[in-house]
T-cell receptor
Framework: DVKVTQSSRYLVKRTGEKVFLECVQDMDHENMFWYRQDPGLGLRLIYFSYDVKMKEKGDIPEGYSVSREKKERFSLILESASTNQTSMYLC????????????FGPGTRLTVL | RKEVEQDPGPFNVPEGATVAFNCTYSNSASQSFFWYRQDCRKEPKLLMSVYSSGNEDGRFTAQLNRASQYISLLIRDSKLSDSATYLCVVNAGNMLTFGGGTRLMVKP
């Protein structure tokens, strides 16, 4: 079974803090993705990566950065957390970028106070 | 206009009912189509891919109408365990675009 794990299920941070969300997949997938999910807005893509050290902006990259130093690990960084970044963050991986099934981690519920 | 639109519901149906969801997409260059299922407080999981010829998996039937740019999901003989949010997903290029989801509640 494909397994995608995320470092925390729940996280509470203060405005202005730097936040790291970690994601690890164990299936040697090329592609990894970070989404946020908000009520009424669905899943929105923040960033994705199709190879080590490669990254592409998604629909809402502002306020976020990412790092992919190893194939199995994709990190999402909030340089200075703000209250409007309170959300559910979901990481996913897939073998193929186009048309391939994406496997999701359990999500991290981030609250920024 | 959203790229992928779904009726958010909720659809409240009794056990055994047949229920259908539709989804419309705006990008005519879209190439791949999927339905994902998301249980409450859980991550989305692939339910089924949607092919041009239509496809069936047990009680679930998916249809694609490229001319009208819509996708449908039909669930027959609904079970309590079908209660979830169903996400319509469309691929064009490197990324998947998710609809907001349709919530289904199956009642005894």
């Amino acid at each position: 079974d494909v397994k995608v794990t995320q470092s925390s299920r729940y996280l509470v941070k203060r405005t202005g803090e730097k936040v790291f969300l970690e994601c690890v997949q164990d299936m040697d997938h090329e592609n990894m993705f970070w989404y946020r999910q908000d009520p009424g807005l669905g899943l929105r893509l923040i960033y994705f990566s199709y190879d080590v050290k490669m990254k592409e902006k998604g629909d809402i990259p502002e306020g976020y950065s990412v790092s992919r130093e190893k194939k199995e690990r994709f990190s999402l960084i909030l340089e200075s957390a703000s209250t409007n970044q309170t959300s559910m963050y979901l990481c996913a991986s897939s073998l193929w970028a186009q048309g391939g099934e994406q496997f999701f981690g359990p999500g991290t519920r981030l609250t920024v106070l | 206009r959203k790229e992928v639109e779904q009726d958010p519901g909720p659809f409240n149906v009794p056990e055994g009912a047949t229920v259908a969801f539709n989804c419309t997409y705006s990008n005519s260059a879209s190439q791949s189509f999927f339905w994902y299922r998301q249980d409450c407080r859980k991550e989305p999981k692939l339910l089924m891919s949607v092919y041009s010829s239509g496809n069936e998996d047990g009680r679930f039937t998916a249809q694609l109408n490229r001319a009208s740019q819509y996708i449908s999901l039909l669930i027959r003989d609904s079970k309590l365990s079908d209660s979830a949010t169903y996400l319509c997903v469309v691929n064009a290029g490197n990324m998947l675009t998710f609809g907001g989801g349709t919530r289904l509640m199956v009642k005894p």
